[in-house]
């Protein structure tokens, strides 16, 4: 079956920090553009972070620049998410995205071909 797998998730009080890891299932991520995507209860859902298949592309909202860090290890079939400093608002549901692509880039588009279930962080004292 082809998936994507989210864990790292969890509850952590503000200013911590956790590592969300998008695991590949079934296809290999070398030809694939990953994003992470979040939703809050009652929000849309937004792009956070997402990294170009090599990895030397990456991009960041402004809302996560500098607290964040997007990387990959395409031998480990792996990507992940470093966040640091959290605060409340980064609460939400998190999920990752992979789209294959042929330029080394990424976008945060809604067009990814496949997309994980989400896990939970929450963030809270």
């Known amino acids: 079956q082809l998936q994507v797998v989210e864990s790292g998730g969890g509850l952590v009080q503000p200013g911590g920090s956790l590592r969300l890891s998008c695991v590949a299932s079934?296809?290999?991520?070398?030809?694939?553009?990953v994003g992470w995507f979040r939703q809050a209860p009652g929000k849309e859902s937004e792009g956070v972070s997402c990294?170009?298949?090599?990895?030397?592309?990456?991009r960041y909202d402004d809302s996560v620049r500098g607290r964040f860090t997007i990387s990959r290890d395409n031998a480990k079939n792996t990507v992940y998410l470093q966040m640091n400093s959290l605060s409340p608002e980064d609460t939400a549901v998190y999920s990752c995205?992979?789209?294959?692509?042929?330029?080394?880039?990424?976008?945060?588009?809604?067009?990814?071909?496949?997309w994980g279930q989400g896990t939970q962080v929450t963030v809270s004292s």
């Open positions: 079934g296809f290999t991520l070398d030809d694939y553009a």
């Open positions: 995205a992979a789209q294959r692509r042929n330029g080394d880039t990424c976008t945060f588009t809604r067009a990814y071909d496949y």
């Open positions: 990294i170009g298949k090599s990895g030397l592309i990456t």
